[in-house]
């Protein structure tokens, strides 16, 4: 999916982790957990998209939640499905190939947004979905645990 952000995001920056999502089911909402294993070639250790792809792992920025709930519906982190829920930084305006340091895990953002299938519960209730404009994934190049109280910064190029 096309980036059509025009923002020129800063070359690199920090940002705050504010949930860590996993869930056992494909197709479900994602539960917070205080602590997870990423590792290379796979993803989140323990999460149901886990898988040697280029979409280990999805992240979504809470502001971009926080516009969902201005719709006047209750979201909890994990709602979108998202593994993990950032706070600070513009996601979908990033550049594929942008780096992510996550205590010392190392992500490489591969994809921006997906194709919207509809038939997700919130969609439903409120005739939109914001994962697939704004949703990012990333695949792990350097493993490592990680857990909410982590240092997160990024970097383009």
């Not at 999805?58 to 499905?81: C, N, Q, T, Y």
Request: some cysteine; overall charge negative; charged content about 25%.
């Amino acid at each position: 999916m096309e980036n059509t952000n025009a923002r020129t995001p800063a070359k690199e920056g920090s940002f705050e982790l504010v949930s860590l999502n996993v869930s056992v089911g494909v197709g479900t909402r994602k539960d917070p957990v205080d602590r997870v294993e990423l590792r290379v070639a796979h993803g989140m250790v323990g999460d149901a998209h886990a898988r040697d792809w280029h979409r280990q792992i999805s992240m979504l920025a809470d502001e971009d939640v926080e516009m969902m709930r201005g719709k006047g519906v209750e979201l909890d982190p994990g709602i979108f499905a998202e593994n993990i829920t950032t706070r600070g930084v513009d996601l979908s305006s990033l550049p594929v190939g942008t780096r992510f340091f996550i205590g010392d895990a190392e992500l490489e953002l591969t994809q921006i947004g997906k194709e919207c299938h509809h038939g997700c519960a919130i969609y439903q209730a409120v005739g939109d979905c914001v994962m697939p404009r704004k949703g990012i994934f990333v695949k792990v190049i350097q493993g490592g645990s990680i857990s909410r109280e982590s240092s997160c910064s990024y970097r383009i190029g």
